[in-house]
């Protein structure tokens, strides 16, 4: 009798445990059930998580990063294109599920929430992608912040470009544009308008050789600060990937005003921040 109610316990919690990782979508009166949003956190590589987009919703992330490979005229989620697979498509894993949230929560991913940032990370030719791309965001311009002859219509999601994007021009050029650009360090020297380049995004090596143990060098610390400074000046957000993905450097980033921690560690930041 013992030996059944151990196994009976175990199957339980396993059950459990199943459970509360699976994706979820809550009645439209139960958003106290919700976490609070997180308005300065990115899920890097968000595709890798158990639960692609929603372990970071769970979590109150307003920021996630789908790689993008061009495979037979589909535009389908991996880090590489010998790791697709044909049904983790852009549309299902992301664009389908946030129109689902948006209608859910009448115009926004979050009750009343800030909007939230998709960034796709071009791994194949931009030539032959971006038209792919940008057919399937015509698609969903009922949830994507939209920019037409220069005004910008918010939307409940802003679909940013980075990796191997197009053209800066390219994109700028468009009589109606569905997305926008992520610059690297550069971007801060030639100063493209900010509603073309809001972000700035930058690998963290580039800059500095802290790796998040002890405190951050003196001789590294006003760089990190000017970088942020240039950036707020500009009107773009910065994020640094790559960056030592542990407490500390999270501290240092915020301290310093970097507006997207990039993390791995979805769970981890969110009690860090919500401990502040």
Known sequence: MRLKASVFHVLLAALLATALCQPRMLAADDSTALPRPLTNVHAHNDYEHKHPLFDALNCGFCSVEADINLVDGKLLVAHSRAAVKPDRTLQSLYLDPLRARVKQYHGRVYPDGPPVWLLIDFKNSPTEMYPVLR???????????????????????????????????????????YAAIDGK???????????????????????????????????????????????????????????????LSWKTQRDAGVDLINTDDLKGVQEFLNSQ
């Open 185 to 247: 360090l550069d971007a801060l020297l030639r100063n493209p308008p900010s509603d073309l380049v809001p972000w700035m995004s930058s690998q963290w090596s580039l800059s500095f050789k802290w790796r998040g143990e002890g405190p951050m060098p003196d001789d590294e610390v006003p760089k990190l600060h000017e970088i942020v400074e240039k950036a707020h000046k500009q009107g773009r957000l910065v994020r640094f990937w790559a960056a030592p993905d542990k407490l």
């Open 135 to 177: 057919k399937i965001l015509v698609d969903y311009a009922d949830i994507l912040t939209t920019w037409e002859n220069g005004q910008m219509k918010q939307g409940a999601v802003t679909a940013i470009l980075t990796g191997d994007h197009p053209d800066e021009q390219l994109v700028g050029s468009e009589k109606i544009r």
